[in-house]
């Protein structure tokens, strides 16, 4: 699975951005997908993830309400929509995915992940 991740850019305290991720080789539904996102300095932290079907999705407690992740398994395509944005979101977002089973509620490691793109930077400004 090849993924590429863009959309990233800068935006002010409190806008929105939305990253996307497009994929391609195999078949992008069977994968679980997840966004992590790494700030400087700091390592590489889980976002959120959804199932295979797009119908359930968990996010980390410090963006619970203001992300929102999608996917459209007939456009091999997986989005963040990024609300409220705050100084603290700055890093550079990666999308995965994964062949586990899907859990809700699991704080997925970088190390469940199979595959990764190589990340598009977002930075909130104060």
């Known amino acids: 699975v090849q993924l590429q991740a863009s959309g990233g850019g800068l935006v002010q305290a409190g806008g929105s951005l939305s990253v996307s991720c497009a994929t391609s080789g195999r078949t992008f539904s069977n994968y679980i997908m997840g966004w992590f996102r790494q700030a400087p300095g700091k390592e590489r932290e889980f976002v959120g993830a959804i199932n295979t079907s797009g119908r359930y999705t968990h996010y980390t407690d410090s963006v619970k309400g203001r992300f929102t992740i999608s996917r459209d398994n007939a456009k091999n395509v997986v989005n963040l929509q990024m609300n409220s944005l705050k100084p603290e979101d700055t890093a550079v977002y990666y999308c995965?995915?994964?062949?586990?089973?899907?859990?809700?509620?699991?704080?997925?490691?970088?190390?469940?992940?199979?595959?990764w793109g190589k990340g598009t930077l977002v930075t909130v400004s104060s």
């Open positions: 995965a995915a994964s062949r586990l089973a899907y859990a809700l509620g699991r704080h997925y490691s970088p190390a469940d992940m199979d595959y």
